[in-house]
């Protein structure tokens, strides 16, 4: 069988999506376990102001997020027909725009009713389900050569990033 190979352009965006949602996800936790720590609590806090840390790293992911959701809906679109892809693309935009509705200043003075916070972790712990699953489909499909491929540096010729041009032109000339 043909070794997997997933587009530079896929790759660069899909691979700072995944580093930095990760790292939202961490942080995430983080502020879970100090603020809040009704079902989970972390053994150890790190020392720090962790909420500005999150606030921070999610605005990384909505930099992130942008132009990746526009390649997912364009370019990529029909992989969006698996409906792991679909789900863990619906989490993200989910999960960013609740992040965006959440006041900093209310998690810090423990008002953990407000619906917005509420709202927020629910889709966080969807969003993290819908990244098992979406790498329970992958592994299922090609195993971890289709899961390396997305994490891979090699190459092609015709897909250098001086060629990311004229690859989206070509995709918007077909409408
Ligand atoms: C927050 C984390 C993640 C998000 C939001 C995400 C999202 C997506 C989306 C939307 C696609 C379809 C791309 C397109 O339309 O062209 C995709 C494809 C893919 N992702 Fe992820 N992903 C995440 C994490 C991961 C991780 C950790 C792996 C590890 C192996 C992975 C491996 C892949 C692979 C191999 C494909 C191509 C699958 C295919 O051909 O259908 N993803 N991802």
Redesign the pocket.
């Known amino acids: 069988m043909a070794r997997p190979y ?1 587009p530079s352009l ?1 790759r660069l965006l ?1 691979g700072l ?2 580093l930095v ?1 990760a790292g939202c996800w961490i942080s995430g936790l983080v502020v879970y376990s100090r603020f809040d720590g009704r079902w989970v609590r972390l053994p150890f806090t790190p020392p720090g102001d962790w909420v500005d840390v999150h606030g921070s790293i999610g605005v990384l992911l909505v930099l992130a997020a942008v132009p990746f959701v526009a ?2 809906f364009g370019p ?2 029909a ?2 027909a ?1 409906a792991a ?1 679909a789900a ?2 619906a989490g ?1 935009i989910l999960a960013v725009a609740s992040g965006l509705r959440m006041d900093e200043h209310a998690v810090r003075a423990g008002a953990l009713q407000e619906p917005a916070y509420g709202m927020h972790v629910g889709i966080a712990l969807l969003l993290s389900l819908a ?1 098992l699953g ?2 329970g489909g ?1 592994l299922a499909r090609g195993g971890w050569p ?2 390396r ?3 891979s540096p090699g190459i092609r010729s015709g897909d250098r990033p001086s060629d990311w041009p004229a690859q989206l032109r070509r995709f918007a000339g077909r409408g």
């Open positions: 997933q896929l899909h999506v995944a949602a390649y997912a990529g679109r992989r969006l698996r892809n863990v693309l993200l990244v979406h790498l992958v289709l899961a491929s997305m994490f």
